[in-house]
């Protein structure tokens, strides 16, 4: 996926030396999506999500929808 000027972010919880995932909402608006990457492999392969997915998905996570991992 190509994705244009994005500006990735880890979410402030992810304090654990790097293990975990970067999104960049700064393309919603644009584009309707919210590429994903892994923060340990930044040059990778990127995943886009519908943002109305991925808004979907968060939720889901806060709701504790998906159980302790």
């Known amino acids: 996926m190509t994705t244009e000027n994005p500006r990735w972010f880890t979410s402030s ?4 030396g790097g293990n975990c ?5 700064n393309l919603v608006a644009p584009h309707g999506i919210v590429p994903v ?10 995943l886009g999500f519908p943002a109305d997915s991925f808004t979907s998905f968060i939720a889901g996570v806060k709701a504790g929808t998906f159980g302790a991992v």
């Open 13 to 16: 919880y992810s304090n654990n």
């Open 21 to 25: 995932v970067e999104a960049a909402a």
């Open 37 to 46: 990457r892994d923060s340990k492999n930044p040059t990778g392969p990127v």
